[in-house]
T-cell receptor, first 118, second 115 residues
């Protein structure tokens, strides 16, 4: 399940290292997942997305892995840079069954604070 | 690159007062959203809006909240009588229509402080 509070998971890495940020989602019916990056005082910024019919998707320096069996999502950032320091959120969308319409309500996870040291 | 804009960036108000938060979504988008984020917590869905009506709302979005698209470019969130617990960052988001177009683009947010 999810916990909500002031104590977000944190990840500290050195510049140039690879980072892996994890997310557990709770709804097995979710069919679309997005990773967002949020810098201090700003809105969430889209990084990468993946549909439930895929298990891996790559972007520029980022890879998202989806394991539906254990309802786990991860974001891998290659050659992490100081500018990558931010809070990272996973979010999911669930399309209703029986022909229902999804209007795209995003359910966000707790978030992970990534700090990259020069 | 087109982006979602929000005004004001900060709003301080007294408890019981009405506030209107404004958003200009990306111009060719048809789905609009409001989310909020209490300090230190995750982003929470408030409401979605499509075809000039609310399509979905959360339990947070009670009778004190309303949304409106008064013209072809603005999308507003009104809180009729603010409470202390309404203090949060409020984010507007939009996305284009059509299947496969699920990415929502967020504005920079309005920080609301209720005293």
């Amino acid at each position: 399940g999810e916990s909500v509070g002031l104590h977000l998971p944190t990840l500290s890495v050195q510049e140039g290292d690879n980072s892996i940020i994890n997310c557990a989602y709770s709804n097995s019916a979710s069919d679309y997942f997005i990773w967002y990056k949020q810098e201090s005082g700003k809105g969430p910024q889209f990084i990468i997305d993946i549909r439930s019919n895929m298990d891996k998707r790559q972007g520029q320096r980022v890879t998202v892995l989806l394991n539906k069996t254990v309802k786990h999502l991860s974001l891998q950032i290659a050659a992490t840079q100081p500018g990558d320091s931010a809070v990272y959120f996973c979010a999911e969308i669930t399309t209703p069954n029986a022909g229902g319409t999804s209007y795209g309500k995003l359910t966000f996870g707790q978030g992970t604070i990534l700090t990259v040291h020069p | 690159e087109p982006e979602v804009t929000q005004t004001p960036s900060h709003q301080v108000t007294q408890m019981g007062q009405e506030v209107i938060l404004r958003c200009v979504p990306i111009s060719n988008h048809l789905y609009f959203y409001w989310y909020r984020q209490i300090l230190g917590q995750k982003v929470e869905f408030l409401v979605s809006f499509y075809n000039n009506e609310i399509s979905e709302k959360s339990e947070i979005f009670d009778d004190q909240f309303s949304v409106e698209r008064p013209d072809g470019s603005n999308f507003t969130l009104k809180i009729r009588s603010t409470k202390l617990e309404d203090s949060a960052m409020y984010f507007c988001a939009s996305k284009s229509t059509g299947r496969g177009q699920e990415t929502q683009y967020f504005g920079p947010g309005t920080r609301l402080l209720v005293l």
